[in-house]
């Protein structure tokens, strides 16, 4: 990756980061707001993504190596939270609850962050297929799905 491309990403990832901290912060408002857990869940998801991205920021000024073991440590973590996530969801899914008209809006409009986060990185995951970082930023935006969980919940 030439200088001119490792700054550019690094402008990109940073970017993502304030985004999902923004939005974090707009769903976790609304999920207080109607009282919704499985908004404040996602909130929490943005919140982390933002961490995350916050990290590889870091650490793209770091030595490969060092990347490379933050990015086992991040993959971990990642994992870890799909997994309870899902577990979490489940357990909406299976209360049945009735689902305030706010989680359509909350939704879509983190569906609408979580896409426009896969278009500010799709060009870094595509050019660069056999690099760990590139991969690291693509685990952060794949919440799209949950956020279709969340808008046909409210349908």
Known sequence: MSLAEHSTLRRAVFVVALLNLAYFGVEFAVALAIGSVSLFADSVDFLEDASINLLIFIALSWSVPRRAVLGMVLAGISAYSRFRNAVDGL???????????SHLLAGTGALAVNLTLRVILARFIAGHAGSSDPRGISVCTHDAFANIAIIGRAS
């Open 91 to 101: 357990g909406q899914v299976l209360a049945a609850a009735a689902a305030a008209p």
